[in-house]
């Protein structure tokens, strides 16, 4: 594996953080966006990570110093990409954005350059077209706090030549994480296989109105010995990409519930600003949620 530049593209709350972990383990990072604006967000959301990183991995000042100083911004693609050995794709979860970027970084990434995406619910073969270059491309998922949480499903579609699968779980490796094979295509890989239908049956409690979202966290939370239930979890997961995976579902199924939810996440929270941990509030109040306090599983 000969990667030494590394594009992540898309810098919402998990692109930044793959953007922070791989320059943190030495490699030179672009961060690609659309605008200047969403840019300086990205430089806020990987300032608040160096704590993060000193405080759970025991990180010197200067190691998350030089970490973030291996990162460059970009929001002209051509320029994000003209070096890039690999692009991870991190852009929102609809097809049509993605088969979009794809169209545009085909026409300007060199010929050695490897494309993966971190999508967490669509499959690389749907993308694979659009990418001009089907043979180097795979996926490459990350779970939320990924200096912690360190799995990195690496996932292949029927196209994808091994090599590249292999080189990938080598890179996965190299940046910290602990590389999860998937040998065949399967919507959500195994992480999301688990976790999403688990938080889909604790929105729908909600939407149906069968209990609020701190009763339904306490009681996963006291039954299963968890640390955190659905709704913290989907706080860390950010709700605008809850309301893209919920608008995704209802539209391709026309499920009722699901649109009413989709409708619920986005007047009660989206438009509120409540987007999650990342803006001190969602179905929580951050820093000192309710259920981090001593007496929230005692009744």
């Known amino acids: ?53 000193q405080e759970d991995l025991k990180a010197t000042q200067e190691e998350v110093d030089a970490a973030y100083d291996r990162l460059s911004f970009y929001s002209d693609l051509a320029e994000a990409v003209k070096d890039a050995d690999l692009v991870i794709e991190a852009v929102p979860e609809r097809v049509e954005i993605k088969v979009d970027f794809y169209k545009k970084l085909a026409a300007v990434a060199p010929d050695k350059t490897v494309f993966v995406t971190n999508s967490s619910t669509l499959l690389p073969s749907q993308f694979a077209e659009a990418t001009g270059r089907p043979e180097k491309f795979l996926a490459l998922h990350f779970a939320n706090e990924i200096w912690k949480n360190n799995t990195a499903e690496v996932m292949k579609h029927p196209g994808t030549d091994m090599q590249y699968f292999d080189q990938i779980i080598e890179f996965a490796k190299a940046i910290g994480m602990v590389a999860l094979p998937l040998y065949k295509e399967q919507p959500g890989y195994i992480l999301n296989s688990l976790l999403v239908p688990f938080l889909e049956a604790a929105q729908m409690l909600l939407v149906k109105e069968v209990s609020d979202p701190e009763t339904i966290d306490k009681t996963w939370m006291i039954a299963t010995g968890a640390p955190l239930g659905p709704f913290a979890i989907l706080d860390v997961v950010g709700i605008r990409t809850a309301y893209n995976i919920t608008l995704a579902k209802a539209e391709a199924t026309g499920n009722e519930e699901f649109m009413k939810l989709a409708e619920l996440l986005k007047r009660e929270y989206i438009d509120k600003g409540k987007l999650g941990r990342e803006t001190g509030e969602g179905f929580y109040k951050y820093p000192n949620p309710s259920f981090a306090q001593p007496g929230f599983l005692k009744g």
């Not at 990667?3 to 690609?32: E, P, W």
């Open 1 to 53: 594996m000969n990667y030494k530049n590394i594009t992540v593209a898309g810098s919402g709350v998990l692109g930044s953080q793959i953007a922070y972990q791989t320059a943190f383990h030495g490699f030179q990072v672009s961060v690609y966006d659309i605008n200047d604006e969403a840019l300086e967000l990205a430089k806020e959301r990987i300032k608040k990570l160096k704590p993060r990183y």
